[in-house]
């Protein structure tokens, strides 16, 4: 088979994994790594296709980069061989003959979503017209104007009726004590027949300007009409031409069960997030299924320019996504035996968690890497569990602070309410000051500075963090070098707000630092540990207000 890629490199003496790579928390297998290098060679050569990556100029603002992905195979006969594919389209729109095909090409000459697309585009451009006509523009200014003016002279009749209403009642009063009962009798006569004169022309009024905004503004509703049921027909279209589509996109696994979109994302009232199936590792497995080959292992890597919000860094492997690649490779994967989960691994279960101070309100540790600050759902052990138990009467929330499970470092506690409210309040006017240490996988070019990268989760990818200046939260760092050590940067972190995966997204992101902190298994490279502790704390103590300090070196 055409797909298939014989190994250009000697693999004779590499054994072949017991068991497939868990997707979404994996150290890639060597034969992945030939197979990835033999496509990243073939990538810096090759003259299939056009597609901008921003390899030549990274400023550049059309470039785009893509994750590609390789899955190592073996057919019926043992022969060992790779599959290659890329995520979403090319620019160009090709499917070179290196790539296996997508699930479901949905812009096959004469298919039923381009005829959607063209019917769609025939409402579009009527829209268009009818809201951009002078006609339509003229009506509904004047509609618009017409109607203010109307308001408008409405509420000064009112405030007329009212004054008028006010300086009857002041009549009527006065009268009591100047007229005689025939008298004042008339005069509440006429005053109550003012007021009925004086309600009439209200309504009268508001007849004649409904009549008149009525009048000015048929030709207008007419259209607007037009308008209105033609986006209803463009919603139908859409919604139809969607839910064909994610039928359309049917998944095999390795017992040749087909399931949808529609089926894999059960939630009726939920779409399957925009680009499900169109990722690498769904497209390698489909063709895998498709012409009984039987997986092995398989690797996803980047490959150009990062996008403006997530992080990714040029050649990198990166885990298959949760929001869109997690359903659908739940079912694909589903009987394949399976790496364990190391995400569901506690790692700090033989880890010291360290008491460096302590008294009636308050306790000061030393976390380790790997150890969480709160429970998970799956993994229990955290210190907040760890100080419960070996202080079970203490009367306080306990945690004040968190740092992330792979950061190391100083963590506060308290004992009581009311130390914790105290302490939390320091934290919330920020001034509690804070030094972390971290080891960039990199030469930085500068000094210091400061970053303002507002973050928010990702939502197709948790607990991923990315920068998104419209609905993110301000977060802000500033940093110094320490010192440039064999190619890495030593660096100060002071954080002054304290968002999750603050720092880790500061220091990778392009437009941070571009340098992600060694050891960074979510936006850098994965290694022994994550490179950052939070080395320095100071803060008034919460019931003698005196100022506090600790300091406790990194052991990276």
């Known amino acids: 088979m055409k797909k298939v890629h014989p190994f250009k490199t000697d693999i004779s003496g590499i054994p072949l994994p017991e068991k497939f790579t868990f997707p979404f928390y994996y150290k890639p297998h060597p034969l992945a790594k ?34 590609f992905g390789v899955l190592i195979v073996k057919n019926a006969q043992n022969d060992i061989g790779y599959l290659a594919a890329f995520s979403g389209k090319l620019a160009d729109k090709s499917v070179p003959e290196k790539f296996v095909p997508p699930i479901f090409n949905m812009r096959t000459e004469g298919s039923f979503y381009l005829k959607g697309e063209l019917e769609i585009d025939a409402i579009n451009t009527q829209l268009s017209s009818l809201k951009n006509a002078e006609k339509y523009q003229n009506l509904k200014k004047l509609v618009k104007k017409s109607t203010q003016l109307i308001l408008d002279d409405l509420a000064v009749q009112r405030s007329r009726l009212t004054l008028f209403k006010k300086n009857r009642k002041a009549k ?17 006569e006429k ?10 022309f209200i309504k009268e009024l508001q007849i004649y300007y409904q009549d008149k905004i009525e ?34 996109y049917a998944f095999l696994n390795s017992k040749k069960e087909l399931k949808n979109l529609l089926a894999i994302f059960k ?26 080959l039987t997986p092995i292992t398989m690797a996803e890597f980047w490959w150009g320019t990062s996008p403006n919000m997530t992080i990714r860094q040029h050649k990198n492997f990166y885990p298959a996504c949760q929001g869109r690649c997690r359903p659908i490779l739940t079912h694909m994967l589903e009987d394949l035996p399976m790496d364990a989960n190391l995400l569901l691994k506690n790692l700090s279960k033989d880890k010291e968690l360290k008491i460096i101070y302590e008294d009636a309100a308050l306790i000061v540790v030393h976390k380790p890497t790997e150890l969480l600050s709160v429970p998970g759902k799956e993994i229990k052990d955290a210190v907040y569990t760890r100080i419960k138990k070996k202080y079970p009467t203490a009367t306080g929330p306990l945690i004040v602070h968190r740092l992330d499970m792979s950061t190391s470092g100083i963590l506060l506690l308290t004992k009581t309410k009311e130390a914790n409210k105290i302490l939390q309040s320091q934290f919330v006017n920020r ?3 804070k030094r972390y240490v971290a080891l960039l996988d990199g030469n930085l070019s500068g000094n210091s500075g400061t970053i303002k990268l507002p973050l928010r989760v990702d939502l197709d990818d948790r607990p991923k963090q990315l920068v998104d200046f419209t609905y993110g939260k301000a977060a802000e760092t500033t940093w110094e070098v320490l010192r440039r050590e064999n190619g890495k940067t030593r660096v100060y972190f002071y954080p002054i707000t304290g968002r999750t995966h603050q720092l880790r997204v500061h ?6 630092l571009n340098t992600p902190i060694v050891g960074d298994d979510l936006y850098g490279r994965k290694e022994s540990r994550l490179h950052l502790h939070a080395e320095f704390i100071e803060f008034l103590h919460p019931t003698t207000n005196k100022k506090m300090s600790f300091t406790i070196p990194p052991e990276f």
């Open 215 to 248: 009048k000015n503004s048929k030709e207008f509703r007419s259209i607007t009409a037009k308008i209105e049921v033609l986006k209803k027909e463009r919603k139908e279209k859409s919604n139809y031409l969607q839910q064909t589509l994610f039928s359309k």
């Open 507 to 512: 220091a990778a992101h392009t437009k941070g």
């Open 191 to 200: 005053l109550t027949q003012q007021s009925y004169n004086d309600q009439f």
């Open 34 to 67: 030939i197979a990835t290098q033999e496509l990243q060679d073939y990538l810096e050569n090759q003259s299939e296709f056009t597609h901008n990556f921003g390899l030549e100029k990274s400023s550049d603002i059309s470039a785009v980069g893509k994750m």
């Open 431 to 433: 001034t509690i000051k």
């Open 267 to 292: 939630n009726p009232a939920v779409k399957p997030p925009a680009g499900s199936g169109e990722c690498a590792a769904p497209k390698l497995l489909q063709y895998a299924f498709e012409n009984n």
């Open 172 to 188: 009527k009063k006065e009268a009591r004590t100047t007229l005689d009962d025939f008298q004042f009798k008339k005069l509440t």
